[in-house]
Nanobody, 120 residues
Framework: QVQLQESGPGLVKPSQTLSLTCTVS??????????WNWIRQPPGKGLEWIGH???????AYSPSLKSRTSISRDTAKNQFTLQLSSVTPEDTAVYYC????????????WGQGTQVTVSS
C-alpha cells in the first residue's frame, strides 16, 4: 500500500519561501511511470495543480506558478520537495502530495494534506 505524507511548517511569512516535503512509502518514486504531484486547495476554492516531478526526474509546473516554483527529489530518502518562493497570503492553502499513475492526471494516492498559512 502506497502512502504519502506531507511535512513542513504550517506558518510562513510573506515574501519568504514555502518548503514542503512528501515522504513516500510502499513504492519508489523512481518506478515507471509514476508522476509525483503537488496540488493545493485555498480556502473556499477548488483544487489547483502546482506541478510534478516524473519517475525520470524531469519536472513540469503550472504556468501561473512556474516563476516561483521548484520541485526536487531525494531518491535515497524516497522524498520529493516543493519550494514556492515570494509567498503572499494568496498562497494560503491545504497542500497535498499526490501520485498520478501515468501522467494522465489519474490521481490514485493522496497525502492527508497539510495546512500552510501565509501571515506576518
Amino acid at each position: 500500500q502506497v502512502q504519502l505524507q506531507e511535512s513542513g511548517p504550517g506558518l510562513v511569512k510573506p515574501s519568504q519561501t514555502l518548503s514542503l516535503t512528501c515522504t513516500v512509502s510502499g513504492g519508489s518514486i523512481t518506478t515507471n511511470y509514476y508522476y509525483w504531484n503537488w496540488i493545493r486547495q485555498p480556502p473556499g476554492k477548488g483544487l489547483e495543480w502546482i506541478g510534478h516531478i516524473r519517475y525520470s526526474g524531469t519536472t513540469a509546473y503550472s504556468p501561473s506558478l512556474k516563476s516561483r516554483t521548484s520541485i526536487s527529489r531525494d531518491t535515497a530518502k524516497n522524498q520529493f520537495t516543493l519550494q514556492l518562493s515570494s509567498v503572499t497570503p494568496e498562497d494560503t492553502a491545504v497542500y497535498y502530495c499526490v501520485r498520478d499513475k501515468d501522467g494522465s492526471r489519474t490521481y490514485d494516492y493522496w497525502g492527508q494534506g497539510t495546512q500552510v498559512t501565509v501571515s506576518s
